[in-house]
């Protein structure tokens, strides 16, 4: 079956601009969560979505936000872009989002913000 | 801080050695997972043991678990130049079951 797709793969953007990323999860899945990924920091959590609900949320200004629709896709936004949020953006999926079984990573979208 | 921490940060070995990656973390848990990275791609689940289990073996991989150390270590026997990449641990509180806490990673070199 088809894995996590993230799209777009590579971005870049202009410091005080909006993006836009977008993660489909696998077919049955109902959890995705996403993350951030930077040298200095880490792999860092962003949130999480069950059945169109954000469930989780990590330690992110309010210019991260997401949300997920009734097909279980998943989009993350952020809005006025800074230097600092380049990174590598990772969504997961999973069946329940408890961690029982895993979680099946996408590619990333690497945003590169200028 | 972030709940998992892994030693070393860098590891370099020849083909065919074992690589041993260790993991500690700070809350209960329940269950620890490891997880591979090829060159800022995806991240690769590998194993999962839950908070009740001590061992668990995959092919090449054995994962042990001692809750009482909190601590977990990752095996990788017979190692082959494919599996040079970075090895994350990743942990799920029992507190809080959607929020996957990832430590900072074991960077791998497998030398042919």
């Known amino acids: 079956k088809a894995g996590v797709t993230q799209t777009p793969r590579y971005l870049i953007k202009t410091r005080g601009q909006q993006v836009t990323l977008s993660c489909s999860p696998i077919s049955g899945h109902r959890s995705v969560s996403w993350y951030q990924q930077t040298p200095g920091q880490g792999l860092q959590f962003l949130f999480e979505?069950?059945?169109?609900?954000?469930?989780n949320k990590g330690n992110f200004p309010g210019r991260f936000s997401g949300r997920q629709f009734s097909n279980s896709r998943s989009e993350m936004n952020v809005s006025t872009l800074e230097l600092g949020d380049s990174a590598l953006y990772l969504c997961?999926?999973?069946?329940?989002?408890?961690?029982?079984?895993?979680?099946?990573f996408g590619s990333g979208t690497r945003l590169t913000v200028v | 801080s972030q709940q998992g921490e892994e030693d070393p940060q860098a590891l370099s070995i020849q083909e065919g050695e074992n690589a041993t990656m260790n993991c500690s973390y700070k809350?209960?848990?329940?269950?620890l997972q490891w997880y591979r990275q090829n060159s800022g791609r995806g991240l690769v689940h590998l194993i999962l043991?839950?908070?009740?289990?001590r061992e668990k073996h995959s092919g090449r991989l054995r994962v042990t678990l001692d809750t009482s150390k909190k601590s977990s270590s990752l095996l990788i026997t017979a190692s082959r130049a494919a599996d040079t990449a970075s090895y994350f641990c990743?942990?799920?509180?029992?507190?809080?079951?959607?929020?996957?806490?990832f430590g900072p990673g074991t960077s791998l070199s497998v030398i042919p």
């Open positions: 990743a942990t799920v509180a029992k507190t809080s079951y959607d929020k996957v806490i």
């Open positions: 809350t209960s848990i329940n269950n």
């Open positions: 997961a999926s999973s069946y329940s989002g408890q961690g029982e079984n895993g979680y099946t």
């Open positions: 979505y069950f059945s169109e609900t954000q469930r």
């Open positions: 043991i839950r908070s009740n289990e």
